[in-house]
């Protein structure tokens, strides 16, 4: 059996406590081969290392006040320097480690590279399996809000008929999952990862979601149909016409004939502008920086989306809504502790290397489910929505959320997955 990953600044895997629910064995049981062994994963970090970065924290050199009055130049001096004084002083990573420690963590070896998940089995028999898939700068924290919900509906304004067995990995070179020492850990080659990891869990037949990243690979798990995949519900659909995408990336002239919907969203992509993507899809190890200034992590980690980022600056200013502080950091001290600023980026890169794109139709042809937040980097029309998906069971656009719907917004996350897998539930 191959040990974990050796990964800087990271916690060693050891046995799991009393409170951990049983281990789920490979479908091959005692006769399943090495690399298929799962094994159990516990968070740990050390109170060294949690002193270390408050002590980086407060020696943060800082740069002079942005020479505009709003976020245009990224994100403001007075909003990094909240947060920083937060994450030195208040902020308390042991109440996420001892909330992810609640919850089996495994790690299991695919295609040669350790893969971290949370596995979380319903009581309820019936219940179906669900693979969660996070994307950047998320994590498996995105999705920790939506466990319990869930797998224990009854105890969540559910019924027995809402439940799901619940899988969220890690990606590759995101967490607590190794970190690729090669090229081609791609979107494809991760859906197929996710593939075999529900196959190995012994799920027969499966559903997939999933936004950011996690949209693209379950996208790609959508064109690639894996033995008992029904079908993928995204909360970042990717349906803009290929020959569109171009043009919106190119900045070239729109066409005449779209429809209002259409060039809202066309513009939408363009405000964008997608930044740290460029960066990141082009010069990933130019930001050894991130790995060394927590405060300069942070910083960049907040600076997705301009929607996004509005919100967790009003946040960081005392407004209560959406995500918060907490949320946030939780999320910023992970990726601070497992040194994986540059492994994460590294998949814009493969992505970039692939010619791939982030919005633009995959030819998904199985079963698919549309949840549409207000604040997402663009709405989704729904006349593209039916040409990239012609098996559209479910289109809906909430009232409120953006991004991070899962994490910002969890209660529409947890309704929009029930109802909109509900009609796959008939073919288990």
Known sequence: MSEPSSLPNQPTPVAASAAIAPIVLPTGGPEAAEGDVIRPFRVDIPESEISELKRRIKATRWPEKETVADE????????????????????????IESKLN???????????????????????????PLLIAHGWPGSIIEQVKLIEPLTDPTAHGGSEADAFHVVIPSMPGYGFSGKPST??????????????????????????????????????????????????????????????????????????????????????????????????????????????????LAAFMIDHDWKSHAMIARSFAGVKEGLLPDDVLDNVTLFWFTGTAISAARLYWEQTVAGNSFFATKGVKLPVACSLFPDEMYEAPRSWAEQAYPNLIHFNKLPKGGHFAAWEQPEFMISEIRTALRPLRKSL
Request: proline letters at 6%; one cysteine or more.
């Open 72 to 95: 245009s130049q990224g994100v403001r001096l007075a909003t990094i320097q909240e947060l920083a004084r937060y994450w030195a002083d208040e902020y308390d990573w042991r109440k």
């Open 102 to 128: 609640s919850y089996p963590n495994l790690i299991t070896e695919i295609d040669g590279l350790d893969f971290h998940f949370i596995h979380v089995r319903s009581k309820h028999e019936t219940a179906m």
């Open 183 to 296: 090229t081609g850990w791609n979107p494809q080659r991760i859906a197929r990862a996710y593939a075999e990891l529900m196959s190995r869990l012994g799920y027969e037949q499966y559903v997939a979601q999933g936004g950011d990243w996690g949209s693209i690979v379950v996208n790609y798990m959508g064109t690639q149909e894996p033995k008992g995949l029904l079908g993928i519900h995204t909360n970042m659909p990717e349906v803009i016409p290929p020959e569109i995408d171009a043009l919106i990336w190119s900045g070239y002239p729109l066409p005449d004939d779209l429809s209002a919907e259409e060039r809202k969203a066309c513009e939408q992509v363009r405000e964008n502008k997608f930044g740290y993507a460029i960066v990141m899809g082009t010069r990933p190890q130019t930001l050894t920086g991130l790995v060394d200034s927590p405060v300069g």
